[in-house]
């Protein structure tokens, strides 16, 4: 069974930091593309960040740029995403997804395995 499993979503104000983790199992995480999206209230899901399997190479939504820096450790099972300077748009549930590579990688549908999502509030 696939787990992906998000942690480290808080309540933070402008300017500050967050470091999002997300913890895989059940699956072979080095075989996979890893990626963020998020989705505030009202809104559709948006692609955040992606890096692929050996961490060759990362893709960035224009939101996010300069901000945001997306990481993986394939012995621990874990990809992370660095947060800074996160501003009132940034609020939103964040979710972790796996992909088989990054053809596609702005598609959530193309995503296989998705976990619970973590909140990141961030007050002005």
Known sequence: QVQLVES???????????RLSCAASGLLFSGYA??????????EREFVAVITQTSQRTYYADSVKGRFTISRDNAKN???????????????????????NVHAYMDDSYYEYWGKGTLVTVSS
């Open 78 to 100: 874990m990809v992370y995403l660095q947060m800074n300077s996160l501003n009132t748009e940034d609020t939103a549930v964040y979710y972790c997804a796996a992909a088989p």
């Open 8 to 18: 480290g979503g808080g309540l933070v104000q402008a300017g500050g930091s967050l």
């Open 34 to 43: 890893m990626g963020w999206f998020r989705q505030a209230p009202g809104t």
